[in-house]
């Protein structure tokens, strides 16, 4: 029972345009989401989150956006640039675990 | 700026042998994690700590175990190795439980 998808497997966006990586949730005990950024041979590193009581958080190119009616999260980067290419996990929080999605893999294309 | 090592980065084992990964944080969290990453599966959690001696079952944690007798070691041990537990093994650690997760490099282990 997957209890936070990433329906898309994968995305390529054209360089300078806007990145949308998508989430989705079953839980509605999760209390606070997270966006996470792996490059290859190499462990997650955190981008940005957001708690259950906002419904927007930005940092600099990076906006998260939550939407608790729809059980939605959304990534927004804008500009897309190059080395923003690799895997994005979303991640949901309840109590002391972090549950992770499946991720989306992003390319940019120059 | 590690703070966390894994050790092995890689391994291939036999079937059947028992195996054991290390997490070594010198950050002094509370919080340790053992996940592993499958191609379809994303990352999942095998077991996780909450302090020493401390520890819980995650949603994939047959056929591992978890020992944590010091603050800074979380070790991870395949009581007989499987072809299925062919995979890239995460230890993570948080301070708050919640989030801020940093995670290690990865274990590639290979069961053959």
């Known amino acids: 029972d997957q209890q936070v998808k990433q329906n898309s497997p994968s995305l390529s966006v054209q360089e300078g345009r806007i990145s949308i990586l998508n989430c989705d949730y079953t839980n509605s005990m999760f209390d606070y989401f997270l966006w996470y950024k792996k490059y290859p041979a190499e462990g997650p590193t955190f981008l940005i989150s957001?708690?259950?009581?906002?419904d927007k958080n930005e940092d600099g190119r990076f906006t998260v956006f939550l939407n608790k009616s729809a059980k939605h999260l959304s990534l927004h980067i804008v500009p897309s640039q190059p080395g923003d290419s690799a895997v994005y996990f979303c991640?949901?929080?309840?109590?002391?675990?972090?549950?992770f999605g499946t991720g989306t893999r992003l390319t940019i294309i120059p | 700026d590690a703070g966390i090592t894994q050790s092995p980065r890689h391994k291939v084992t036999e079937t059947g042998t028992p195996v054991t990964l290390r997490c070594h944080q010198t950050e002094n969290h509370r919080y340790m994690y053992w996940y592993r990453q499958d191609p379809g599966h994303g990352l999942r959690l095998i077991h996780y700590?909450?302090?020493?001696?401390?520890?819980d079952k995650g949603e994939v944690s047959d056929g591992y175990s978890v020992s944590r007798s010091k603050t800074e070691d979380f070790l991870l041990t395949l009581e007989s190795a499987t072809s299925s537990q062919t995979s890239v093994y995460f230890c993570?650690?948080?301070?708050?439980?919640?989030?801020?997760?940093?995670f290690g490099s990865g274990t590639r282990l290979t069961v053959v």
């Open positions: 993570a650690i948080s301070e708050e439980g919640f989030y801020g997760y940093t």
């Open positions: 957001i708690s259950s009581i906002k």
């Open positions: 700590s909450y302090g020493v001696k401390d520890t």
């Open positions: 991640a949901a929080s309840a109590r002391e675990k972090l549950t």
